[in-house]
């Protein structure tokens, strides 16, 4: 079965660190550009960073120089490390990747909330 799981959601405070894992079964998640997305009530859901094939990696502009995405090949997992957490980082946050096939995957989501 192909899979994508979240971890590592959870409630902190502003200036805070998460570290968020997407580990992968049934596919490579190497083998695509797997990405982490967001999403809070009523908005559209952002994409917050990707890492390509290559190590290539982009950010959203709000969350340069705070986030870093990674990637451990072994593990077959991809990681969001998260610093500086400000309010408006709170969201659902979903890890996605495509089978060979090009169909896309998502995680179920893990929460992340920013309050003091």
């Known amino acids: 079965q192909v899979q994508l799981v979240e971890a590592g959601g959870g409630l902190v405070q502003p200036g805070e660190s998460v570290r968020l894992s997407c580990a992968a079964s049934?596919?490579?998640?190497?083998?695509?550009?797997p990405s982490w997305y967001r999403q809070g009530p009523g908005k559209e859901r952002e994409l917050v960073a990707f890492?390509?094939?290559?190590?290539?990696?982009y950010y959203v502009d709000s969350v340069k120089g705070r986030f870093t995405i990674s990637r451990d090949n072994a593990k077959n997992t991809v990681y969001l490390q998260m610093n500086g957490l400000k309010p408006e980082d709170t969201d659902v946050y979903y890890c996605?990747?495509?089978?060979?096939?090009?169909?896309?995957?998502w995680g179920q989501g893990t929460q992340v909330t920013v309050s003091s």
């Open positions: 049934g596919l490579t998640i190497s083998s695509d550009t």
């Open positions: 996605r990747t495509r089978t060979p096939f090009g169909e896309e995957i």
């Open positions: 890492i390509t094939y290559g190590g290539t990696r």
